[in-house]
T-cell receptor, first 111, second 114 residues
């Protein structure tokens, strides 16, 4: 298995632009998580899905953030408009039986 | 609600010395417990897990952890540190009321001195 796949690995964009991060979970996993990691705030859970349905989005910082999971093999996290404080590493993880498998992350820099 | 406390955000040991990373949890139900490791510029990787079988759990790279219910602890140990063990380590506890969700501790950065 290829593991959790995230794209792009690096994204540099200007303030105000729309950013879309993509994730392909491990086949057969029924839960998907989006995390954000920064030096200041550490690892934060943004949102998670069970069977493609968003269960808890209380970690999404504000309305500029949105996430979708149109099918079991794909999810997106969108930031519109982006701001410099959104700069972070964004991880996607998928899970079965509580074991979470993390992707390599997307390093987002907003200038 | 579940919570995890990792005592010491930074731990420094000499190469060859014992590694001890502390994790205490709170949970209203018997938990599943996990340790993850994150190397620089990488995602988190599962080191080991406790899922209510043997209380002493062995993981990859010579690490092990012992579940102690009376102390609500799940400390991570390794007898002899190697330079390659330098990384950040996260303890996590399951939330049985929330699907496959895990609650993570704040992480401990392990530094290994030559």
């Amino acid at each position: 298995d290829a593991g959790v796949i995230q794209s792009p690995r690096h994204e540099v964009t200007e303030m105000g632009q729309e950013v879309t991060l993509r994730c392909k979970p491990i086949s057969g996993h029924n839960s998907l998580f989006w995390y954000r990691q920064t030096m200041m705030r550490g690892l934060e859970l943004l949102i998670y899905f069970n069977n493609n349905v968003p269960i808890d989005d209380s970690g999404m910082p504000e309305d500029r953030f949105s996430a979708k999971m149109p099918n079991a093999s794909f999810s997106t996290l969108k930031i519109q408009p982006s701001e410099p404080r959104d700069s972070a590493v964004y991880f996607c993880a998928s899970s079965s039986n509580y074991e979470q498998y993390f992707g390599p992350g997307t390093r987002l820099t907003v200038t | 609600a579940q919570s995890v406390t990792q005592l010491g955000s930074h731990v420094s040991v000499s190469e060859g010395a014992l590694v001890l990373l502390r994790c205490n949890y709170s949970s209203s139900v018997p938990p599943y417990l996990f340790w993850y490791v994150q190397y620089p510029n990488q995602g988190l990787q599962l080191l080991l897990k406790y899922t209510s079988a043997a209380t002493l759990v062995k993981g990859i790279n010579g690490f092990e952890a012992e579940f102690k219910k009376s102390e609500t602890s799940f400390h991570l140990t390794k007898p002899s540190a190697h330079m390659s063990d330098a990384a950040e380590y996260f303890c996590a506890v399951s939330d049985h009321n929330a699907g496959n969700m895990l609650t993570f501790g704040g992480g401990t950065r392990l530094m290994v001195k030559p």
